[in-house]
C-alpha cells in the first residue's frame, strides 16, 4: 500500500480523498493556487505546494508542477479527483514515466473513452446503442449547421472533452447553432484545453441514468447499480439519487451487464461512470442509449456509496496498489435511498446567476470533515452529509466551480432521504452571497418529483418563469404568523422594560396583523396563541436578536409535530423569514395601526431597460456592437463568462446603442453598465 499520495485538485473532493486517506493510515499532498491558500483541504493535508496564480490554467493544468511537487515531496501516487486532468491521457502517460502510480484508469481506457467522439466511435463498434448523430471532427459553423440539419433538430453540441455541463449548448434552429458552436468551442478550450465538437440527436422526455463501474488489475469488473441525475439546469446536475425511481431490477441488470462489457472491452479499472440517456416515456424501459464514459470519480459518487457501504476512494486506492477487489457482484445490494444536493453559489431568485464573493456566514447542517468516526462516514450523522471545501470567511471566487457543498441525505426509503433533504437545508446557514438552498429544498417538496416523474427537463417545465420560492401551504403561513406575532410580543415587553422606551405603566400590544405576500393574519397572544381566530400550538425558544429560531408545531389536525428551521432576519418593515424553500418579507404591524398602512404610496422602482447590466461578475469576452448601431429585441450584445461559462446578453427591445462603457476583456462587478441604450 502507498504511504504517501498527491491530491492534484482542490475543493470538496480535496477533502474528500485526505479524510479516505487519512483513515487508511496514508499520508497526503495537497497542491493549491493562490486563491486557494487558506482552503480547508490545503489544513487538512499532511503538506501542501504552491503551484500557481488562481486560474486553473497556470495551476492545476498544469501537469509539470504536480509532477514536480510529488517528486519534492516523495509523493508515491496521484488522485486526480474530477475535472482538471483527471481524463488527461498525457497526464498519467507523464506519471507512468516518471514512476509515480495514478489512481484510475489505465491510459488506453481513458483515450478509448474519455474523448466522447471516440467513446462513441467504440460503443458503437461493441454493438451497443449510441444516441444518433455525427461522430467525427466537424470544421467550422457552416459543417455544423449542415450536420444539424441533416440529424434533424433539436440537436446537442458537446465539447469532446467536456464535462460537468461545460461546452454544451441544445439547439432547437439552425440561428441556435449559429449562435452556440463558437461558444462551445471557446468553452472547451477554455476548460479542458480542446475545442473540438460533436453534435448529436437530442432525445425528447430523456432521463438521465448512469451507471457506477469498478474494476481491479485482475480482470474483475463490477456495476455498483444505477444514480438518476436527471434534474438538471445548463446540463449540470443538481439532484442526483441512488437508486433510480425508474429503474426495475431487470432493467438494472441489463444496463449494469452492458457496461461492464463495454469497460472490459478496453481493460478498464478503478472507478468509471457508464451515462445513459433513457426515454422515459418507454414503460419497458429497454430505449437507453450510451452517452459516454467518465473515467474517473464522479460528483455524485457519495449516494452510491451511501445505498452500497462501500467507499470508492477507498477502492481506488485499492486497486491502484494492485489489490483485489475483496467482493463480487452478487455482494452488491441495495441498503436504502439515498439523495444528494448540490449547494451553488448562484442566485435562483435572480435567474440563477452566478455569485461570488465572500462567505460571510457559513453553518452547514452537520460538520463537514472534522468529525472522521464513523458516525459522520459514509452515511452521515443521523443520515446527514455534508461534503465542502469552503469555511466561514472564505472567498467563493470566480476561477472555479460555483459549488459550495454537497448535501446528501440518507434514509430507509426515498421519502425519508427527501424529508431529511428539507429539513437539513433548512439548518444551513449561509451569508454573503447568492445559493440555491432555498431552490433544490422547493425540489425535494415538489409533487412531480415526489412522484418519481423525473426527465432532464424539470426544472425549465416546472419552473419556466424562473424561481420565485417554493410554493407556501396556507399551514405553513399560519404558524409563520404566529411566530412573527410572537416575536413581536417579546420585542415589545423587552422594550417596556428598558427605561425610557416605554412607560412602564403601559402593557405591551398583544394583538398584531401579519401581513405576508399581501394576505393579512390576526394574531392575538393572551394566555394561548390565535391566527385568524383558531388557535396555534406553537412551542419555540426566542431571544431577541436570535438569526435561527427552531420552532416545534403542532398540526391541530393532529397529525403530530412538525420540526423545521427559521431564519430570522431584521428589516426596516419586519422580518424576513425563510424556511422549506421560501423566503417570506413579513410585516407585523398594531392591530390599531394596520388599516391605515393600506393608503401608503407605493414608491414605483427606476426604469432600467435602457441600460444593458452585467448580471454576474465575470469577463467580457466578446462586445458585438459598437456606439451608433441598431439593435433588435433578442439580438446578442454580449458575452460574459463566469464560473467556466459563457451567458450571451441580448437586447430587450429595439433601440440604437447610445454609449459604450466597457470593452472586450474587462473584468466586470455585478451591476456593471456594459453599454446605455436609446
Keep these: 500500500m502507498f504511504k504517501k499520495i498527491l491530491i492534484a485538485n482542490r475543493g470538496e473532493i480535496a477533502c474528500r480523498v485526505i479524510k479516505t486517506a487519512r483513515r487508511m493510515g496514508i499520508q497526503t499532498v495537497a497542491v493549491y493556487s493562490d486563491a486557494d491558500a487558506r482552503a480547508p483541504f490545503v489544513q487538512m493535508a499532511d503538506e501542501a505546494v504552491h503551484i500557481g496564480p488562481s486560474p486553473a490554467a497556470q495551476s492545476y493544468l498544469i501537469a509539470d508542477k504536480i509532477i514536480a511537487a510529488c517528486k519534492a515531496t516523495g509523493a508515491e501516487a496521484v488522485h486526480p479527483g474530477y475535472g482538471f486532468l483527471s481524463e488527461r491521457t498525457s497526464f498519467a502517460e507523464q506519471l507512468k514515466a516518471e514512476g509515480i502510480a495514478f489512481i484510475g484508469p489505465p491510459v488506453g481506457a481513458i483515450a478509448a473513452m474519455g474523448d466522447k467522439i471516440e467513446s462513441k466511435k467504440l460503443a458503437k463498434e461493441a454493438g451497443?446503442?449510441?444516441?444518433?448523430?455525427?461522430?467525427?471532427?466537424?470544421?467550422?459553423?457552416?459543417?455544423?449547421?449542415?450536420?444539424?440539419?441533416?440529424?434533424?433538430?433539436?440537436?446537442?453540441?458537446?465539447?469532446?472533452?467536456?464535462?460537468?455541463?461545460?461546452?454544451?449548448?441544445?439547439?432547437?434552429?439552425?440561428?441556435?447553432?449559429?449562435?452556440?458552436?463558437?461558444?462551445?468551442?471557446?468553452?472547451?478550450?477554455?476548460?479542458?484545453?480542446?475545442?473540438?465538437?460533436?453534435?448529436?440527436?437530442?432525445?425528447?422526455?430523456?432521463?438521465?441514468?448512469?451507471?457506477?463501474?469498478?474494476?481491479?488489475?485482475?480482470?474483475?469488473?463490477?456495476?455498483?447499480?444505477?444514480?438518476?441525475?436527471?434534474?438538471?439546469?445548463?446540463?449540470?446536475?443538481?439532484?442526483?439519487?441512488?437508486?433510480?425511481?425508474?429503474?426495475?431490477?431487470?432493467?438494472?441488470?441489463?444496463?449494469?451487464?452492458?457496461?461492464?462489457?463495454?469497460?472490459?472491452?478496453?481493460?478498464?479499472?478503478?472507478?468509471?461512470?457508464?451515462?445513459?440517456?433513457?426515454?422515459?416515456?418507454?414503460?419497458?424501459?429497454?430505449?437507453?442509449?450510451?452517452?459516454?464514459?467518465?473515467?474517473?470519480?464522479?460528483?455524485?459518487?457519495?449516494?452510491t456509496e451511501c445505498i452500497t457501504g462501500i467507499d470508492l476512494v477507498e477502492q481506488m486506492i485499492r486497486v491502484a496498489a494492485g489489490e483485489k477487489l475483496a467482493f463480487t457482484q452478487d455482494d452488491i445490494k441495495i441498503d436504502g435511498w439515498a439523495i444528494e444536493n448540490r449547494v451553488y453559489a448562484e442566485d435562483p431568485y435572480r435567474g440563477f446567476l452566478p455569485s461570488t464573493g465572500r462567505l460571510v456566514r457559513y453553518q452547514p447542517p452537520v460538520p463537514g470533515w472534522e468529525d472522521d468516526g464513523e458516525a459522520n462516514g459514509r452515511r452521515g450523522l443521523n443520515g446527514v452529509r455534508v461534503d465542502d471545501g469552503v469555511y466561514e470567511g472564505g472567498e467563493v471566487s470566480m476561477f472555479y466551480d460555483p459549488m459550495i457543498a454537497k448535501l446528501i441525505t440518507w434514509g430507509q426509503t426515498?421519502?425519508?432521504?427527501?424529508?431529511?433533504?428539507?429539513?437539513?437545508?433548512?439548518?444551513?446557514?449561509?451569508?454573503?452571497?447568492?445559493?440555491?438552498?432555498?431552490?433544490?429544498?422547493?425540489?425535494?417538496?415538489?409533487?412531480?418529483?415526489?412522484?418519481?416523474?423525473?426527465?432532464?427537463?424539470?426544472?425549465?417545465?416546472?419552473?419556466?418563469?424562473?424561481?420565485?420560492?417554493?410554493?407556501?401551504?396556507?399551514?405553513?403561513?399560519?404558524?409563520?404568523?404566529?411566530?412573527?406575532?410572537?416575536?413581536?410580543?417579546?420585542?415589545?415587553?423587552?422594550?417596556?422594560?428598558?427605561?425610557?422606551?416605554?412607560?412602564?405603566?403601559?402593557?405591551?400590544?398583544?394583538?398584531?396583523?401579519?401581513?405576508?405576500?399581501?394576505?393579512?393574519?390576526?394574531?392575538?397572544?393572551?394566555?394561548?396563541?390565535?391566527?385568524?381566530?383558531?388557535?396555534?400550538?406553537?412551542?419555540?425558544?426566542?431571544?431577541?436578536?436570535?438569526?435561527?429560531?427552531?420552532?416545534?408545531?403542532?398540526?391541530?389536525?393532529?397529525?403530530?409535530?412538525?420540526?423545521?428551521?427559521?431564519?430570522?432576519?431584521?428589516?426596516?418593515?419586519?422580518?424576513?423569514?425563510?424556511?422549506?424553500g421560501a423566503i417570506h418579507n413579513v410585516q407585523i404591524l398594531p392591530a390599531r395601526i394596520a388599516p391605515l398602512t393600506r393608503h401608503m404610496i407605493e414608491k414605483v422602482p427606476p426604469d432600467l431597460s435602457k441600460f444593458l447590466i452585467c448580471p454576474m461578475p465575470g469577463l467580457l469576452v466578446a462586445l458585438h456592437v459598437g456606439e451608433g448601431d441598431k439593435v433588435e429585441a433578442g439580438q446578442p450584445l454580449a458575452v460574459v463568462e463566469a464560473m467556466k461559462m459563457e451567458n450571451i446578453l441580448r437586447a430587450e427591445k429595439s433601440a440604437t446603442v447610445k454609449k459604450v462603457n466597457a470593452k472586450a476583456g474587462d473584468s466586470l462587478a455585478v451591476d456593471a453598465v456594459i453599454l446605455e441604450l436609446e
Design 128 to 303: 451497443v446503442n449510441v444516441v444518433p448523430g455525427f461522430v467525427g471532427e466537424i470544421e467550422d459553423t457552416e459543417h455544423a449547421v449542415r450536420i444539424s440539419n441533416e440529424i434533424g433538430y433539436p440537436v446537442m453540441m458537446k465539447a469532446s472533452a467536456g464535462g460537468g455541463g461545460k461546452g454544451m449548448r441544445l439547439a432547437y434552429d439552425e440561428k441556435d447553432v449559429r449562435e452556440g458552436f463558437e461558444a462551445v468551442k471557446r468553452e472547451g478550450l477554455n476548460s479542458f484545453g480542446d475545442d473540438r465538437v460533436f453534435i448529436e440527436k437530442f432525445i425528447l422526455n430523456p432521463r438521465h441514468i448512469e451507471i457506477q463501474i469498478l474494476g481491479d488489475q485482475h480482470g474483475n469488473i463490477l456495476y455498483l447499480n444505477e444514480r438518476e441525475c436527471s434534474i438538471q439546469r445548463r446540463h449540470q446536475k443538481v439532484v442526483e439519487e441512488a437508486p433510480s425511481p425508474f429503474v426495475t431490477p431487470k432493467m438494472r441488470k441489463a444496463m449494469g451487464e452492458q457496461c461492464v462489457a463495454l469497460a472490459r472491452a478496453v481493460g478498464y479499472y478503478s472507478a468509471g461512470t457508464v451515462e445513459l440517456i433513457v426515454s422515459g416515456a418507454d414503460p419497458s424501459g429497454e430505449s437507453f442509449y450510451f452517452l459516454e464514459m467518465n473515467t474517473r470519480l464522479q460528483v455524485e459518487h457519495p449516494v
Design 414 to 580: 426515498r421519502d425519508e432521504a427527501a424529508d431529511l433533504q428539507i429539513a437539513a437545508l433548512d439548518r444551513f446557514e449561509i451569508e454573503g452571497l447568492g445559493h440555491n438552498v432555498d431552490f433544490v429544498s422547493a425540489i425535494m417538496q415538489h409533487p412531480r418529483f415526489r412522484s418519481g416523474e423525473l426527465t432532464t427537463g424539470f426544472i425549465a417545465e416546472e419552473y419556466p418563469d424562473g424561481f420565485t420560492g417554493a410554493a407556501t401551504s396556507p399551514e405553513t403561513a399560519q404558524h409563520l404568523a404566529a411566530i412573527a406575532g410572537f416575536i413581536a410580543t417579546a420585542r415589545a415587553d423587552r422594550a417596556r422594560q428598558i427605561d425610557g422606551q416605554l412607560d412602564g405603566a403601559l402593557e405591551p400590544p398583544y394583538d398584531w396583523v401579519v401581513r405576508i405576500g399581501g394576505e393579512d393574519f390576526a394574531v392575538s397572544l393572551d394566555e394561548e396563541i390565535t391566527v385568524n381566530g383558531a388557535v396555534v400550538d406553537l412551542a419555540m425558544e426566542y431571544t431577541p436578536g436570535d438569526r435561527l429560531v427552531e420552532a416545534e408545531i403542532a398540526h391541530s389536525a393532529g397529525s403530530g409535530l412538525s420540526v423545521y428551521g427559521v431564519k430570522i432576519e431584521p428589516t426596516r418593515m419586519g422580518l424576513k423569514m425563510t424556511t422549506r
